[in-house]
């Protein structure tokens, strides 16, 4: 059984930065693909970024390629996303999903594990 975290959201004006965290439970945090989701009101949820077990590998969604930065620190359990240049369209609930499995994906059903989310409010 795995726990995630998430901490770390909160209000920032447009152009500002935050950085995420989630903090997974147990001994097997080495062996797992994690990624961040959000979901805004009214909308689905969707992909942000994901991460390989080993943090060799990483994937964003288009939408926040260039601005956004996943990362992990195996010895800490955690994995991190750092937001920068954040723009009103980026608030939303932020949920830390892992998965087991060596491979980067983007599909929310393809993550066992969530975390109870935090919120991002980017004020205009």
């Known amino acids: 059984q795995v726990q995630l975290v998430e901490s770390g959201g909160g209000l920032v004006q447009a152009g500002g930065s935050l950085r995420l965290s989630c903090a997974a439970s147990?001994?097997?945090?080495?062996?797992?693909?994690m990624g961040w989701f959000r979901q805004a009101p009214g909308k689905e949820r969707e992909f942000v970024a994901a991460?390989?077990?080993?943090?060799?590998?990483?994937y964003y969604a288009d939408s926040v390629k260039g601005r956004f930065t996943i990362s992990r620190d195996n010895a800490k359990n955690t994995v991190y996303l750092g937001m920068n240049s954040l723009k009103p369209e980026d608030a939303a609930v932020y949920y830390c999903?892992?998965?087991?499995?060596?491979?980067?994906?983007?599909?929310?059903?393809?993550?066992?594990?969530w975390g109870q989310g935090t919120q991002v409010t980017v004020s205009s």
């Open positions: 991460i390989l077990k080993s943090g060799g590998g990483t």
């Open positions: 999903a892992a998965r087991w499995g060596s491979a980067v994906r983007s599909e929310g059903y393809e993550y066992g594990y």
């Open positions: 147990g001994r097997t945090f080495s062996s797992l693909t």
